[in-house]
């Protein structure tokens, strides 16, 4: 089983720097895409930023240039570093793992992090 454990979220004045970091646990052979999603009360989960395994980045137009995502493939894990932080990007933030491979014979699975609370004060 293949669990995605998130830490980093907490409460930051706006300006300031919150970093998330994101692990993959569990006998993994490969993921293709790693990413951060928020969710804000009453609004739909929304992508932030993807990684590839080969490293290209996606990254939601509202925070370029202030979010910065990356990955270690050798530990399955993925970070977030946020910057120049504002109040509306306050959301719960939820790690995702895509086409995620236990083996070379098994189906690609994705898989959720529980998500972490990330509250920027104006």
């Not at 919150?18 to 993921?31: E, N, V, Y």
């Not at 509202?62 to 946020?82: C, E, H, P, W, Y």
């Not at 086409?99 to 898989?111: A, G, I, K, N, Q």
């Amino acid at each position: 089983q293949v669990q995605l454990v998130e830490s980093g979220g907490g409460l930051v004045q706006a300006g300031g720097s919150l970093r998330l970091s994101c692990a993959a646990s569990g006998l993994i052979l490969s993921i293709n895409r790693m990413g951060w999603y928020r969710q804000a009360p009453g609004k739909q989960r929304e992508l932030v930023a993807v990684i590839t395994s080969g490293g290209r980045t996606n990254y939601a137009d509202s925070v370029k240039g202030r979010f910065t995502i990356s990955r270690d493939n050798a530990k399955n894990t993925v970070n977030l570093q946020m910057n120049s932080l504002k109040p509306e990007d306050t959301a719960v933030y939820y790690c995702r793992a895509d086409d995620v491979r236990l083996s070379p014979w098994s189906s690609p699975t994705d898989y959720w992090g529980q998500g972490t609370q990330v509250t920027v004060s104006s």
